[in-house]
Nanobody, 120 residues
Framework: QVQLVESGGGLVQAGGSLRLSCAAS????????MGWFRQAPGKEREFVAA????????YYGVSVKGRFTISRDNAKSTVYLQMNSLKPEDTAVYYC?????????????WGKGTLVTVSS
C-alpha cells in the first residue's frame, strides 16, 4: 500500500507563488508515474500535471501550462508542483496521485489533498 501526503498549500495573493510537495511511502517510488490534480468547489476534478517515473517527461493541463512546473526527487520519494503567477481561478484542493508504472492505466493511489486559496 502506498501512502501519499501533500503539503505546502495555503493562502496567497494573485500573482504569487507556492510550491506543493507530495511525499510517498514505500520503496518503489522511482517506478511510479506521478500526477497532480485539483478540484475547485462545485467543479469536477481537473488534471494539472504529470511526470514520468524517471522525470524525463512532463505533461500539463492547458490552464496551467507555462505557469506550473512538476518535478520529482526519487531519492526523497517526493514530487513537487511549483506554482507561479497564481490566479484566483487556481483556488482548489490539490491532490497528488500515483500510477504503479508509466504504462499503468489508472492513478491507483491518491493523497488527501492540500488547499490552495488565491485571493484577488
Amino acid at each position: 500500500q502506498v501512502q501519499l501526503v501533500e503539503s505546502g498549500g495555503g493562502l496567497v495573493q494573485a500573482g504569487g507563488s507556492l510550491r506543493l510537495s507530495c511525499a510517498a511511502s514505500g520503496h518503489t517510488f522511482s517506478r511510479y508515474r506521478m500526477g497532480w490534480f485539483r478540484q475547485a468547489p462545485g467543479k469536477e476534478r481537473e488534471f494539472v500535471a504529470a511526470i514520468t517515473s524517471s522525470g524525463g517527461s512532463t505533461y500539463y493541463g492547458v490552464s496551467v501550462k507555462g505557469r506550473f512546473t512538476i518535478s520529482r526527487d526519487n531519492a526523497k520519494s517526493t514530487v513537487y508542483l511549483q506554482m507561479n503567477s497564481l490566479k484566483p481561478e487556481d483556488t482548489a484542493v490539490y491532490y497528488c496521485a500515483a500510477r504503479e508504472s508509466d504504462i499503468a492505466a489508472e492513478y491507483k493511489y491518491w493523497g488527501k489533498g492540500t488547499l490552495v486559496t488565491v485571493s484577488s
